[in-house]
């Protein structure tokens, strides 16, 4: 696991004299994890001097589980899906307490018994606009990103169920919006079968920015940061205004750890409107708290999900389904994927 940022102290994340705490954080790395730092760790010990930050990558819940059931839990704070917090709860992940947050300034699932959002990611349809240069001509649903003989060229979507693929496919085959849940995942996968042969299935985040600034990918569903990130590069990226797949990004603390109490407390600061405005511009992202107020870049602005940009539609996630189906999404995904 690569360390980004080391904070001091002993070896167990605490001083000889029991003051200085260093909180082990793992998240996904990159730009992401970067704005993480800026946007929640600096403010917090510098508000909270006597706590310190190390940072590792990737999160991983197979090592959470592995550290819990062996007695040895390193992690602090971990990058987690909300399903997947909410699944293990109390098993995997600890309980929290977290009273300064009030779930009415918070998103929809912006806090849950076992996790605290720190932004929104909206995964939007956005395509190549130099491999579609008649703006008459271009996609403008997202029927059209399956349709392969109106829209020739390759696609690319996220592998990872938390990036809405399963939604945007059954979207796409004609499901309204509040009548998603509970999801036909057979359907779903179904409908991707229909432009298997033509479609790049990203492994993360990454995979998915570099194929479309590269050319890989012709029309992509990505979310909000990584469309940010290709305009911020110059690319000819437009997007279409149709329907998009919004869903929080978690953290939480694994059972065990031996700071969860202060934790908790930078749990709870991550959720106010001053950071969760701070993340937002750093990355583009919709923030969790609805008090922020970011002030976005021009580029940033273009992806508002939730500015008036979009003139089309925004579907939330169901965390509370996934969390009930999360081993049976996965298992179905996977198999389909390698199948």
């Not at 997202?142 to 349709?147: A, E, H, I, T």
Request: glycine fraction near 8%.
């Amino acid at each position: 696991m690569a360390t980004l940022l080391a904070g001091c102290g002993s070896s167990d994340g605490t001083g000889s004299d029991g003051g200085p705490e260093k909180l082990t954080y793992v998240a996904y790395g990159g730009s992401g994890q970067e704005a993480m730092i800026k946007a929640h760790q600096k403010p917090f010990t510098a508000a909270n001097p006597d706590v310190t930050f190390i940072n590792s990558s990737p999160a991983d819940v197979a090592q959470v589980k592995a550290q819990v059931l062996g007695g040895a839990v390193k992690w602090d704070v971990v990058s987690v899906a909300p399903a997947a917090a909410e699944q293990h709860c109390g098993k995997l992940f600890e309980k929290l307490s977290v009273p300064k947050l009030d779930p009415k300034d918070l998103v929809a699932d912006g806090v849950g018994e076992c996790y605290v959002g720190n932004f929104t990611n909206a995964n939007i349809f956005g395509y190549n606009a130099d491999a579609y240069s008649d703006a008459a001509k271009a996609p403008r649903t997202l029927k059209d990103f399956f349709d392969t003989k109106k829209f020739p060229g390759k696609r690319g979507v996220l592998s990872n169920p938390q990036n809405g693929l399963l939604e945007f496919a059954l979207l796409a085959d004609g499901v309204a919006p509040d009548k998603l849940y509970p999801l036909d995942i057979d359907r779903a996968l179904k409908k991707w079968s229909t432009i298997r042969k033509d479609t790049y299935f990203a492994p993360n985040v990454g995979a998915i920015q570099q194929a479309a600034a590269s050319g890989q990918v012709d029309l992509f569903l990505a979310p909000d940061s990584r469309m940010i990130a290709l305009l911020d590069e110059k690319k000819n990226v437009k997007m279409v205004w149709d329907m998009s797949v919004a869903s929080v990004n978690g953290l939480a603390v694994p059972r065990g750890s031996k700071h969860k109490a202060t934790a908790e407390k930078f749990l709870e600061s991550v959720a106010q409107p001053a950071a969760s405005a701070k993340i937002s511009e750093l990355l583009g992202t919709v923030p969790v708290n609805r008090k922020a107020k970011p002030q976005l870049s021009a580029n940033a602005k273009l992806v508002e999900a939730g500015g008036p940009v979009n003139t089309g539609e925004v579907v939330y996630q169901n965390v509370q389904w996934y969390a009930k189906n999360w081993d049976t999404v996965t298992t179905k995904v996977t198999n389909w994927l390698v199948g």
